[in-house]
C-alpha cells in the first residue's frame, strides 16, 4: 500500500494544546481516521474526516486536511494527562480499498 | 456490550510451535482483519475476511493462515511459529458505509517466540 508517516513522539504540557501531524501519499484517498491506542489495549476510533472536507471539530478534537499537500493534522485543546496514548492516523483509499496505518505518534503529557 | 474479543492475551511459544488466535465479534460485522503491531511499524494487515465465506492476504501473510468460521469468528493460525512473528495481534471487524469504514479492534494478544 501508500505510504503513511507520522513523527514518533510528541511531550506536551497539561493544559496545552497537542498537534498531531501525519502526511500520505495516496491522491485517491477518500476517508482519514485518528485512532487512539491506550496502554495494553486495541486502537478505538477518535475521529474521521472525509477528504472533500477541510477541518472537523468534535469538542476538543480539530482535525485539519490539506488535500493539496496530502496532510492530516489533529489538534487536541486543553490536554489532559488522560491524552496520554499513541495516536495514529490512517487512510482509505480507493485504490487498496482497505485501511493503511501510520507508524503511530506517542503522546506524553506532562504535569 | 463485548465488541471485539480476542483470546488469548498472552503467549509464549517456541520456535517450531503451532497455536491459533481466535477472535470473535458480536456487532454483526461483515468484514474482519488481522493485523501486526511492531514497534516502529504502525499496524500491517496480514489477512482478512470481506464477508463469510471469503478471506483473503493483506501485506505480510507469509507465515499464517486464518478462518472465517461463521460471520462471528476469524481466526489466525501460525503453523511453525518463528521469532520473526514475535509481535502484538490484533483482530479488528469493520461497520461499512459507503466507503467510510470504521474499524473496532480487540484488545490484543502479545506473542513471544523463543
Known amino acids: 500500500g501508500e505510504d503513511v508517516e507520522q513523527s514518533l513522539f510528541l511531550s506536551v504540557r497539561e493544559g496545552d494544546s497537542s498537534v498531531i501531524n501525519c502526511t500520505y501519499t495516496?491522491?485517491?484517498?477518500?476517508?482519514l481516521y485518528w485512532y487512539k491506542q491506550e496502554p495494553g489495549a486495541g486502537l478505538q476510533l477518535l475521529t474521521y474526516?472525509?477528504?472533500?472536507?477541510d477541518m472537523k471539530q468534535d469538542q476538543r478534537l480539530t482535525v485539519l486536511l490539506n488535500k493539496k499537500d496530502k496532510h492530516l493534522s489533529l489538534r487536541i485543546a486543553d490536554t489532559q494527562t488522560g491524552d496520554s496514548a499513541i495516536y495514529f492516523c490512517?487512510?482509505?483509499?480507493?485504490?487498496?480499498?482497505?485501511?493503511?496505518f501510520g507508524a503511530g505518534t506517542q503522546v506524553v503529557v506532562t504535569p | 456490550n463485548a465488541g471485539v474479543t480476542q483470546t488469548p492475551k498472552f503467549q509464549v511459544l517456541k520456535t517450531g510451535q503451532s497455536m491459533t488466535l481466535q477472535c470473535a465479534q458480536d456487532?454483526?460485522?461483515?468484514?474482519m482483519y488481522w493485523y501486526r503491531q511492531d514497534p516502529g511499524m504502525g499496524l500491517r494487515l496480514i489477512y482478512y475476511?470481506?464477508?463469510?465465506?471469503?478471506?483473503d492476504k493483506g501485506e505480510v501473510p507469509n507465515g499464517y493462515n486464518v478462518s472465517r468460521l461463521n460471520k462471528r469468528e476469524f481466526s489466525l493460525r501460525l503453523e511453525s511459529a518463528a521469532p520473526s512473528q514475535t509481535s502484538v495481534y490484533f483482530c479488528?471487524?469493520?461497520?461499512?458505509?459507503?466507503?467510510?469504514?470504521?474499524?473496532?479492534f480487540g484488545s490484543g494478544t502479545q506473542l513471544s517466540v523463543l
Open positions: 479488528a471487524s469493520s461497520a461499512r458505509d459507503g466507503r467510510n469504514e470504521k474499524l473496532f
Open positions: 490512517a487512510e482509505r483509499s480507493d485504490s487498496w480499498g482497505k485501511l493503511q
Open positions: 474526516i472525509f477528504s472533500n472536507m
Open positions: 475476511s470481506a464477508s463469510e465465506g471469503t478471506t
Open positions: 495516496d491522491s485517491s484517498s477518500t476517508y
Open positions: 456487532m454483526n460485522h461483515n468484514s
